[in-house]
């Protein structure tokens, strides 16, 4: 029986059904949700000039595996904080999860990515360099905010993918909520965007690839698994924004081997051990690099690849050091949490 460690909110998904897979075959899993670091109790780090430092999480002590699925800032108050108070306990909470998470990371336990590490794997102009050092096709990108080169780069493609540096989400007064999604541009609405516009926030602008078709590709340890992704909407290119509403297909892929390799080298370069990554493949055949998140969505994947795909069985399988053919899938998963809502509804 192992001691496992997941950092994100208990809501995830990906959380659920890796957690699902640990506890069935018999592991202890503690979730930590970082959003509530300033309600949770039992979080404490100890120092001493005489013994090794400790960090007791839930009663844990030591773990044998973590996962750094996602950290997200304390935003959970008690009824008396004062508004004026928020900022300062949500950047106390976070630098106390950012130190934890980093002396964990040199503590003997085996981690699928460890914090240092997929801090590092997240940023664009990385994952880009890295890309360009292993020979790895990528579009052509200029990353600023300056109205000169924008518009000079733009010329020269003639039309080009914008998208953000970080992913952001508004949140709408009706609930709803607004997320920034790659997009295109071309020279004609250029012209309609002012140098003041231009120079409020630096952005991604990337060569405009056709794309006949996007693969997601998932890699846990040395395996890699895909799904291709056929996005018939001219709207957006963006097919994140078409998740929910069946208008795309996907279906399972079998790795092209430039993409194997090509996720193997990032996974390695970066020391993770996990990450989910996005290429396209144009209407010449060409392959490009487009996005490496460590913490990205890999269900999707495993559910429309009609039981080829087991990647919760092999994330939990790779936690314990056991055999992914011991640990229930997303599937099975799936069926439990079926009779489960009958079984309540039943109640």
Known sequence: MKNVLIVSTP?????????????????????????KALQDDGFAAEFSFSSP?????????????????????????????????????????????????ELMSRKPMFWLSDFPKTLRAEYKFNQLDACQILGIRFPETLVT???????AFCERQGKVAVKPINVYTWEESDGGQLMSYTNTLTTDQMSR???EELLMCPAIYQEYVDKKLELRVVCVGSEVFTCAIENPNTEC?????????????????????TVRLAILQLCDFFGLQLAS????????????FLDLNPGG???????????????????????????ADDFPSLTEFLAYEQERVKDSVAV
């Open 193 to 195: 965007i002012s140098d």
């Open 297 to 323: 969505a890999f269900l999707f994947v495993e559910a429309c690849s009609e039981g080829k795909n087991r990647i919760v069985a092999k994330i939990a399988s790779l936690l314990t050091s056991g055999n």
């Open 53 to 101: 430092s400790t960090l007791t999480m839930h009663n844990h002590v030591a773990f044998d595996a973590g996962w750094v699925r996602r950290v997200f800032k304390a935003n959970t108050f008690n009824e008396s904080t004062d508004e004026s108070d928020k900022e300062f306990l949500t950047s106390e909470s976070s630098f106390f999860v950012d130190n934890s998470l």
């Open 11 to 35: 809501t995830d998904a990906h959380v659920q059904a890796v957690e699902w897979s640990l506890r069935s075959a018999g592991h202890n899993v503690c979730v930590w949700n970082t959003r």
């Open 237 to 257: 290119i963006d097919f994140r924004l078409y998740q929910t509403d069946g208008s795309l297909k996907k279906y399972y892929f079998e790795t092209p081997d």
């Open 145 to 151: 905010n300056s109205p000169k080169r924008i518009r």
């Open 277 to 288: 990554s996005d290429f396209c493949i144009d209407y010449s055949g060409n392959i490009y």
